[in-house]
């Protein structure tokens, strides 16, 4: 009688993850968002301190904002003046996150407060 052996998740993702086909996509998709965060980065910028970075690994790609406090511009922040918080809070950007087509929670750090 002829015996089936069925391989894991964990081989078949590595398996997968290091397919060159796949590779190219995560590649390409990583590019993608990162010129259309580029494109929306772009009406916010003053002095151009952040920006867009895209590394890519053997295996991931990764596409950042960087600049001084790129988590306040991507998810928003409470304002403080002259060093004493307020109770206005700045709306994030989600730059990242509609780049790459994800849906972002709306006032999702007013919440923590």
Known sequence: MARVR????????RVV????????EVYDTAEE???KAEALL??????????????HGATDSYVSL????????????WLVYYGKPTEKFIQGLYILHRAAGLQAKAN???MRR
């Open 6 to 13: 069925l391989k894991g998740k964990k081989y078949i993702n």
């Open 17 to 24: 993850s290091h397919d060159g086909k796949t590779r190219a």
């Open 33 to 35: 968002i990162a010129v």
């Open 42 to 55: 772009a009406p916010h910028r003053n002095d151009g301190s952040h920006r867009i970075e895209t590394r």
């Open 66 to 77: 960087t600049g001084p406090a790129a988590a306040s511009v991507e998810f928003g922040h």
């Open 108 to 110: 999702s750090a007013r």
